[in-house]
């Protein structure tokens, strides 16, 4: 299974339910201190692969959420970023979690952060989110 790095449960909870292979979902953040603690959490986890998203710096428009004005319950929390100095999702916002991705996100994404992914892990690492071949230029 593959775990959002956005989930409302940790590494830590998912990895203390059972067996199986887990793959944890990555996205590369602006704080690249963040995204170094997320991996090395997932690997003392026992997270076999990470599985690298690189197409959320071209958020699509999500309608739904937007017209819904989607936030979270109160009762849920991004469990990963617990204790993360990665600010706070405004919930006043009319646009929620996709303004709060959005600033969060490097979107200068290239191929240089997938190689610096690979110094900070032993893990396979998993490029997700590239469907053609003009997603994987530049």
């Known amino acids: 299974m593959t ?10 909870e998912v ?6 292979i887990r793959f944890f979902q990555l996205y590369v953040y602006k704080n690249r201190n963040v995204v170094e603690q997320l991996v090395r959490r997932a690997e003392r986890a026992g997270f076999k692969a990470i599985a690298l998203t690189v197409d959320t710096p ?6 739904s959420d937007i017209k819904n004005r989607f936030t979270f319950p109160p009762n849920l929390t991004l469990k990963n970023f617990e204790g993360l100095d990665l600010g706070k999702m ?11 991705v959005t600033g969060q996100i ?3 994404l290239s191929w240089k952060d997938v190689q610096w992914v690979q110094t900070i892990t032993k893990m396979p690492i998993l490029v997700e989110g590239v469907l053609t071949g003009e997603d994987g230029q530049g």
């Open 3 to 12: 775990l959002s790095s956005w989930s409302t449960s940790s590494v830590e």
């Open 15 to 20: 990895a203390s339910t059972g067996l199986g």
């Open 58 to 63: 071209r958020l699509g428009r999500r309608e």
């Open 90 to 100: 405004d919930e006043a916002n009319d646009s929620g979690l996709a303004s709060y």
């Open 106 to 108: 490097d979107r200068t």
